[in-house]
């Protein structure tokens, strides 16, 4: 089995910052493109960043220039953190990646069950 387990949500105040954590466990082969998206009360989950296994990454235009993704493959996680927060990045942030499992061919997406940050204005 494979899991994503994120860490470091919580409440901070507009301007503030913030560092998310995701680490992936299990029987893991490989480890392909992870992310972060996110999903915020009555609106889809959209895309926050992602970064690539050569560390090609990828954001969407609202948090660019605050927000920096980043990872530590030999210890399979990912890193969300986040700068100059506003009251509109409230969501609940969710840890993507696009995982082999050992003993597999293809890679599977995997997500984790999300962690909430609050900004307050």
């Known amino acids: 089995q494979v899991q994503l387990v994120e860490s470091g949500g919580g409440l901070v105040q507009a301007g503030g910052s913030l560092g998310l954590s995701c680490a992936a466990s299990?029987?893991?082969?490989?480890?392909?493109?992870m992310g972060w998206y996110r999903q915020a009360p009555g609106k889809q989950r959209e895309l926050v960043a992602t970064?690539?296994?050569?560390?090609?990454?990828n954001y969407a235009d609202s948090v660019k220039g605050r927000f920096t993704i980043s990872r530590d493959n030999a210890k399979k996680m990912v890193y969300l953190q986040m700068n100059s927060l506003k009251p509109e990045d409230t969501a609940v942030y969710y840890c993507?990646?696009?995982?082999?499992?050992?003993?597999?061919?293809?890679?599977?997406?995997?997500w984790g069950k999300g962690t909430l940050v609050t900004v307050s204005s």
């Open positions: 993507n990646a696009q995982i082999t499992r050992a003993g597999y061919l293809h890679a599977a997406d995997y």
């Open positions: 299990g029987t893991i082969r490989s480890i392909y493109t």
């Open positions: 970064i690539t296994s050569a560390d090609i990454t």
